[in-house]
């Protein structure tokens, strides 16, 4: 039945419902009722005030009315909830004894498998916020968390001394709001942060002790993951961080001003040829300066134009050489 799930009964169930009918009604009355004998519905009522569904009114014979079902069993169903709560806290309490304890048995153990959203959010979140010197990470979707959701750690983190180095792919700069929300909040914060039209993977790395990385980029991998720890396989992945990092492009805050003497684009224009360095796409430019799409796509061509330049790469190096990108 419907309320086993809260530890109710089959009987129990059948004397409440009764009784949800049936206000103020003596053992005998419930009994008859539900075709069960008056012993047996006295011992369920009685169970049924301890648990807070009904209540006895005094007086001989003692009558019962049930209590609010919307609040009674939704009551219930809290608990329940705090308690598979409590559960599910002791069993990634477990796992990560059960890892640790296989770790220590097995030192030259180097990747260890998390599966669950929930083990992987607790993973990169100790992961971070045990790195004491520098955060180094690959943005891209699909993501676990929703972007942006630890910014405020970061801030943290950083205030402290951590340095915090980010390559976000194109599609997660073009992320609806990342780069007005997150991003640039974050570089202004003291993130280095730098942009690649695409990126292989999805990865943290916490100083130079372990590495988390998505166990697939398709649909549903973000599901199962892999920390790597102190190997070869983590030297391989600190590698290419480096190597993408050397050919990103930085991102700069669009609200920082020029050092480009005379030559000194406005702050429009400023801030469309850093968008385009970083790799924003049309609707995503329109979305971070609030400028409609014909606008943004009429601004980009007068900009190619001023530049000199026939592709975005162009117009971003001929920036880059008049002083325009800092």
């Known amino acids: ?14 004397v409440y419902t009764a009784l949800v009918g049936l206000p103020r009604s003596t053992a005998a009355e419930l009994a008859e009722a539900c075709g069960t004998g008056t012993g047996s519905a006295a011992r369920t009522l009685t169970e049924l005030v301890r648990r807070g569904l009904a209540v006895r009114t005094t007086g001989r014979p003692a009558r019962y009315t049930a209590g609010a079902p919307d609040v009674t069993v939704a009551e219930l169903i809290q ?40 083990n992987i959010s607790a993973a990169v979140r100790r992961l971070t916020d045990d790195a004491r010197h520098q955060v180094r990470a690959f943005d891209r979707p699909p993501y676990v968390d929703r972007p ?11 205030r402290s001394g951590v340095l915090h180095r980010v390559v976000y792919d194109r ?9 007005r929300d997150d991003i640039l909040p974050s570089v202004r914060a003291g993130e280095q942060a730098r942009t690649r039209s695409e990126l292989p993977l999805k990865m943290v790395i916490a100083d130079d002790r372990a590495a988390i990385i998505p166990f697939s980029l398709a649909p549903g991998g ?29 991102v700069l805050d669009t609200a920082s001003p020029p050092d480009a003497g005379a030559n000194a684009p406005d702050a429009d224009t400023l801030a469309l040829v850093r968008l385009l360095a970083a790799g924003c796409t049309d609707a995503a430019v329109a979305r971070t300066q609030g400028w409609s799409q014909r606008t943004t796509q009429r601004r980009i061509q007068r900009l190619l134009s001023e530049l000199g330049a026939t592709t975005r790469f162009q117009a971003a190096a001929q920036a880059a050489l008049r002083g325009w990108l800092g």
């Open 1 to 14: 039945m419907e309320f086993d799930v809260i530890g109710l009964g089959e009987e129990t169930q059948l």
């Open 79 to 118: 608990e329940g909830q705090r308690q598979l709560d409590s559960a599910r806290a002791l069993a990634q309490r477990l796992a990560e004894r059960h890892r640790e304890a296989l770790r220590i048995g097995d030192p030259d153990i180097a990747v260890e498998l998390l599966t669950g959203h929930e």
């Open 148 to 158: 942006g959701s630890n910014l405020e750690e970061q801030r943290r983190r950083q």
């Open 171 to 179: 599609a997660a700069v073009a992320w609806p709001g990342r780069l």
């Open 222 to 250: 973000t599901s199962a993951a892999h920390l790597v720890h102190r190997s070869p396989m983590l030297a391989a992945l600190q590698a290419l961080f480096e190597a993408e990092w050397d050919r990103a492009v930085p």
